[in-house]
């Protein structure tokens, strides 16, 4: 199989070919002056992510997991069209999502944000942030717009009149209902959901992941569901893929994968779940990952994850290993896999 193991198949709607995203991070103010002044600035390139294959089932839901800054939120908006990728593409129905100006070519794919606030504009009534996506594209005219946003808003459990309010009189959870309705109101086939439950409490969070599984179900949606939280990623997710500073370095069926890890990342972010006895509420175990992501701006050669794995020889500092299928739908990027 090649690099990053596709497993192609006829069912698949998203294929992600090598994508790689790299970009400059600003200058700080001491260097903007510096550079001002006409000293020369080092000239720096962020990996976020690093040459990536994976494909995503036709109404499947897929996991995408990895510790903050590994390239997960990138690599989601690679897919969903939002920034093009520096190498590779990203396709559904084989058709690229960007075209060669690095343009979004199809409304297919939407995303939902974790800030539902931030996401929406303080200053327009829910029903017209609903309905301009829907009417620029043409999928609804001015004179029905009324009647489709109220579909939209009772879709996600929220009244027809919520149209005529604005961002703030809703609260967390109600945006982010509301930020979902905009999405759906495109008629997308896929959903690229980044940490969509992350600035929501607890109680709330429970309902927003129910209410994607009953859109799942109702309209046969698929959906890339981006966490750090491995709880809600095995509750939600068919299959999960692993992250780690901008590569996949495990895939496969969730359960499976959450009951024998064969990647020594997996393993170490399951074992640093914190796991409580349920009567007492006492912490039984709590097993940190030991040392910290290096920086993608200068990522170790060989594999990523070789300066913190205990598995570490000579060959896994200096060859990258590729994601290979280990049988039973899995895979993983691993020259000594548990
Ligand atoms: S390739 Fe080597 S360093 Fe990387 S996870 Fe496997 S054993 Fe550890």
Known sequence: MSEGGSFKDMNQIITVENVSKRFSPRLSFGE??????????ETRTVHAVDGVSFAIRKGEVLGLVGESG????????????????????????????????????????????????ASLD???????????????????????????????????????????RFPHQFSGGQRQRVAIARALAMQPDVLVCDEPVASLDVSIQAQIINLFLK???????????????????????????????????????????????QHPYT??????????????????????????????LSPPKGCHFNLRCPKAEARCRSERPPLDEQGGERAVACHFPL
């Not at 829910?126 to 009647?147: Q, Y």
């Not at 393993?267 to 990952?289: C, G, M, N, Q, W």
């Open 32 to 41: 903007k002056i510096a550079a001002r002044l006409g000293s020369p600035i």
């Open 215 to 261: 859109l799942r179900r109702e309209l046969g949606l698929t959906m890339l569901f981006i966490s750090h939280d491995l709880g809600i990623v095995r509750h939600i997710s068919d299959r999960i893929a692993v992250m780690y500073l901008g590569r996949i370095v495990e895939l496969g069926p969730t359960e499976a994968v959450y009951a024998a890890p």
């Open 70 to 117: 590994c390239g997960k939120s990138t690599l989601g908006r690679v897919i969903a069209g939002i920034h093009p990728p520096s190498a590779g593409a990203a396709s559904i129905d084989s058709a690229p999502v960007m075209n060669a100006a690095g343009r979004k070519t199809t409304t297919r794919i939407q995303m939902v944000f974790q800030d539902p606030f």
């Open 122 to 164: 303080p200053r327009i009534r829910i029903g017209e942030t609903i309905s301009e996506g829907p009417i620029a594209h043409n999928l609804v005219s001015s004179a029905e717009a009324k009647a489709y946003v109220a579909r939209w808003l009772t879709a996600v459990g929220l009244p027809a009149e919520a149209a005529e």
């Open 267 to 296: 393993r170490a972010l399951l074992d640093s779940v914190p796991k409580f006895v349920t009567d007492a509420d006492e912490l039984v175990s709590f097993k940190p990952i030991e040392g910290e992501l290096p920086s993608p």
